[in-house]
């Protein structure tokens, strides 16, 4: 099993530029997550999904969006990006919500300039 | 105010000591959880306890729902060890876990 892939591992966008974090899991996971964490701060809930077609916004959702396909996939669309999104994103996935543990991508940076 | 207060933020220590980092947390919670991310970026999870404690290898995690307190601590460490460890916790009015903002411990040999 290859666990949670996110691609790419790092990127550099201009301000406005859009890109799609990708995310992939294959542990047939229902609970899919979206993290950012930036220098000095814990990790914060972008999006999460709890399944196929279900998905909602975490604690800061602004500037990003999501869809959930399929089980496997949850990309992370980034519009119009602005340099506050300068950070390292984590995918993450869960057999249930919280109380379950969870796994994590290897995590993209990205620097927006 | 964040929820979950870790400390220390940094620590370092010397080949073989007995370290401990704290984290104390605000809300009810039904789990917390103690990860590990390398110094590449990468994010494990370590162990999930909702009481008591756990051990897996020289790694001991304890909880105390009471004090609303949890440490994590290491014996004879390494300088493998080298890493931040972060306590999030899945409250029960929450919807997502609320993470600590970890405590970096560096071991010299």
């Known amino acids: 099993n290859a666990g949670v892939t996110q691609t790419p591992k790092f990127r550099i966008l201009k301000i406005g530029q859009s890109m799609t974090l990708q995310c992939t899991q294959d542990m047939n996971h229902n609970y899919m997550y979206w993290y950012r964490q930036d220098p000095g701060m814990g990790l914060k809930l972008i999006y999460y999904?709890?399944?196929?077609?279900?998905?909602d916004k975490g604690e800061v959702p602004n500037g990003y969006n999501v869809s959930r396909s399929t089980t496997e996939d949850f990309p992370l669309r980034l519009e119009l990006a602005a340099p506050s999104q300068t950070s390292v994103y984590f995918c993450?996935?869960?057999?249930?919500?919280?109380?379950?543990?969870?796994?994590f991508g290897p995590g993209t940076r990205l620097t927006v300039l | 105010k964040n929820e979950v207060e870790q400390s220390p933020q940094n620590l370092t220590a010397q080949e073989g000591e007995f370290i401990t980092i704290n984290c104390s947390y605000s809300v009810g919670i039904s789990a917390l959880h103690w990860l590990q991310q390398h110094p590449g970026g990468g994010i494990v999870s370590l162990f999930m306890l909702s009481s008591g404690k756990k051990k897996h290898g020289r790694l001991i995690a304890t909880i105390n729902i009471q004090e609303k307190h949890s440490s994590l601590h290491i014996t004879a460490s390494h300088p493998r060890d080298s890493a931040v460890y972060i306590c999030?916790?899945?409250?029960?009015?929450?919807?997502?876990?609320?993470f600590g903002k970890g405590t970096s411990l560096l071991v010299t040999p």
């Open positions: 993450a996935s869960s057999y249930s919500w919280g109380s379950n543990e969870q796994f």
């Open positions: 999030a916790v899945d409250s029960n009015s929450g919807y997502a876990l609320n």
């Open positions: 999904s709890v399944g196929a077609g279900i998905t």
